[in-house]
């Protein structure tokens, strides 16, 4: 039974920048897939990137060249670091370890 808790979020200003944390703890697989998702209001959760223990990832097209993300296998913890954020970036971010959910953090980008 893993827990999952982000940070990191807040409010910041358009073309600024940002970096989620997610720190994954208890019982999970040593080297566990594990994945940011957002959600706005109205829409859809997406996954935003996804990284395996090996280091490949898989960014969302919607995200790809401003977002990266990666992950300290020794401490189970995943990156999100976020540049030239726009406003349709604003959103609950999420992050899934296996098939364990965090509790959101709220990233809103705003003048």
């Known amino acids: 039974q893993a827990q999952v808790v982000e940070s990191g979020g807040g409010l910041v200003q358009p073309g600024g920048s940002l970096r989620l944390s997610c720190a994954a703890s208890?019982?999970?697989?040593?080297?566990?897939?594990m994945a940011w998702y957002r959600q706005a209001p109205g829409k859809q959760r997406e996954l935003v990137a996804l990284?395996?223990?090996?280091?490949?990832?898989n960014i969302a097209d919607s995200v790809k060249g401003r977002f990266t993300i990666s992950r300290d296998n020794v401490n189970n913890t995943l990156y999100l670091h976020m540049n030239s954020l726009k406003p349709e970036d604003t959103a609950v971010y999420y992050c899934?370890?296996?098939?364990?959910w965090g509790q959101g953090t709220q990233v809103t980008v705003s003048s």
């Open positions: 899934r370890v296996e098939y364990t």
């Open positions: 208890g019982s999970m697989y040593r080297l566990p897939v």
């Open positions: 990284s395996r223990a090996s280091g490949i990832s």
